[in-house]
């Protein structure tokens, strides 16, 4: 406990410094020097919640790479390389930095179009509307919200498993100094702390790495059968690649920092140094799983109980130092990832809250009554979670969930950065997404209740088919069709769209364009008019 809290007060202490700066600005707002950002909003309040066009590369790099790195990489990389070899280790690492490929040519696209955003549902709704937003802002708060609760789950379940104490010792303090800090100082905490964790997460993993790979004994025949190529493996290399491709470019903090660079070059180059961080350290995670197995299969000829734990099964073999490293990683690795999940869910309400335009105090207020709200519901969802063994390790399953639902709106929505996709193609397209993957579970299992419960990719729920989640073959096929099902449709909706409106717009123009013809006088009227002019002929 006491290294929880250490690494939490020195957050908490940098979290302050940040929280001068947004304060300087507020101080300022309330001084009768008006300072306007954002549609007349206060700077101070745009400060806390979008730090906007403040941060240099090097901040954005160890803030991408800390925010990342989540604590369910110590339990999923090693677990994704027991069960996928190579080709799931590969995958696993190519999948997580991919988002931020995207990114690097997305973010500045989006910022050309609309600079003056939060977060990514702020141009959305600029570009295709109300009902579309509240689409995409639902599955960005749920998939964000999971993983929120995915990351306090692996804090429970990282105190349990290392030193047999009660989850909520640890869970509780992380959850509530994280939130304390990013209520006082908004987003610039979360950037702040992540620098400083950056730098620490890359010293704990290069010594507890190194420590894994020590005093090893693997038996060459052991590492052959773990260190594979085979077919399973390469559909896990598909599926993350789909799946966190489409999850990572919903995630509101990404985006958040997107807004925060301090331009389109500087973005690109901390998407590259974040991307050069985060990838070694998959490879080399997915590695002390494959090698932990290897190992139970050299030494007691089967492998080990728990695949999640393969990463702390090798360091259990070294002195309590390196376990004590290994708890403050993944500390910080909370840490990183639960502040910025914290003000990811908060910024898809940002702009909604500034353009109130109440005082800045007032914004501030309703922003950290957000973040309790959230925070509270996710703390009893984890706390559960623990108790749970299936819940508790199917970290891997609970991000699947949101992923799929994620990538089902991915294609439709980027398609808004061409001229073609309108608001019913887009609406379109997501709803396709859905109704693929309840369709698809239909007709495998026959009932409809097999088609809702395909959505968890029947990792959860009453049909227990023999292969589920990442290892079933199916989830490979409704990750790789998925993307194309939704643009396909988002294409036809969009241009059957286009083309009714031009015949309309044609056809009102010929209407308008119609010579105004007078209707035509009746027979009796005709003789009326007729008899006076002809009875003046005759006078003539």
């Not at 993307?483 to 209407?511: C, H, I, Q």
Request: hydrophobic share 55%.
């Amino acid at each position: 406990m006491v290294i929880v809290y250490a690494v939490l007060v020195v957050c908490a202490a940098v979290a302050c410094a940040a929280a001068r700066m947004v304060y300087r600005e507020l101080k300022a707002d309330g001084d009768g020097e008006p300072k306007e950002s954002v549609d007349g909003v206060s700077k101070g309040a745009d400060y806390w919640y979008s730090a906007r066009r403040s941060q240099g590369w090097v901040s954005l790099g160890l803030s991408f790479f800390a925010s990342s790195m989540g604590a369910w990489v110590l339990f999923a990389a090693p677990e994704v390389g027991i069960y996928s070899g190579w080709w799931g280790t590969l995958g696993y690492a190519f999948a997580t930095v991919a988002p931020f490929g995207a990114v690097a040519i997305l973010g500045p696209a989006v910022l050309s179009r609309f600079s003056e955003g939060f977060c990514l549902t702020d141009w959305v709704r600029e570009r295709f509307g109300r009902a579309t937003q509240a689409w995409v802002a639902i599955i960005s708060l749920f998939y964000m919200w999971i993983a929120l609760v995915a990351e306090l789950t692996s804090m429970g379940n990282l105190i349990a498993s290392m030193a047999g104490l009660d989850p909520l010792h640890a869970l509780l303090p992380v959850s509530i100094a994280t939130m304390l800090y990013t209520s006082l100082a908004g987003l610039p905490a979360s950037i702040w702390t992540d620098r400083l964790q950056g730098v620490t997460m890359t010293g704990f993993i290069i010594v507890t790495v190194i420590a894994c790979f020590s005093s090893l004994k693997v038996g060459n025949g052991e590492w052959r059968s773990v260190a594979t190529w085979n077919d399973k493996g390469f559909e896990s290399f598909v599926t993350l690649i789909f799946a966190i491709i489409g999850a990572g470019l919903f995630d509101m903090g990404t985006w958040q920092r997107v807004y925060a660079a301090s331009g389109p070059d500087t973005l690109r180059k901390g998407c590259a140094f974040g991307t050069a961080l985060i990838f070694p350290t998959m490879i080399l995670f997915g590695l002390t799983g494959m090698l932990a197995q290897a190992q139970a299969l050299t030494t007691t000829g089967k492998g080990i109980a728990v695949p999640a734990l393969g990463y702390f099964d090798l360091l259990g073999m070294q002195s309590s130092g390196f376990s004590g490293l290994a708890f403050a990683l993944g500390v910080c690795m909370v840490a990183s990832s639960v502040d910025s999940l914290q003000t990811g869910l908060l910024s898809v309400l940002s702009r909604e809250i500034l353009a109130k335009k109440l005082s800045p105090t007032k914004s501030l207020v309703l922003g950290q009554l957000f973040l309790v709200v959230v925070n509270v519901v996710a703390i009893i969802v984890a706390v559960e979670g623990t108790k749970n063994p299936e819940l508790g390790t199917g970290i891997i399953n609970l991000f699947l969930i949101a992923d799929l639902l994620a990538l089902s709106i991915a294609v439709p929505v980027f398609m808004g950065l061409g001229s073609l996709a309108t608001e019913a193609g887009a609406l379109a397209g997501c709803a396709s997404g859905l109704l693929f993957i309840m369709g698809f579970g239909w007709v495998e299992f026959g009932t409809f209740m097999a088609g809702l419960e395909m959505v968890t990719l029947m990792a959860f729920g009453n049909v227990k088919p023999p292969e589920m989640g990442l290892g079933a073959s199916r989830t490979c096929i409704i990750f790789f069709l998925l993307p194309a099902v939704t643009g396909v449709v988002t294409y036809v909706v969009s241009w059957m769209d286009r083309v009714a409106t031009m015949f309309s717009a044609n056809g009102l123009k010929g209407e308008a364009e119609k010579p105004v013809v007078a209707p035509a006088a009746s027979t009796s009227e005709a003789e009326k008019t007729a008899a006076p002019a002809a009875g003046e002929e005759a006078k003539v």
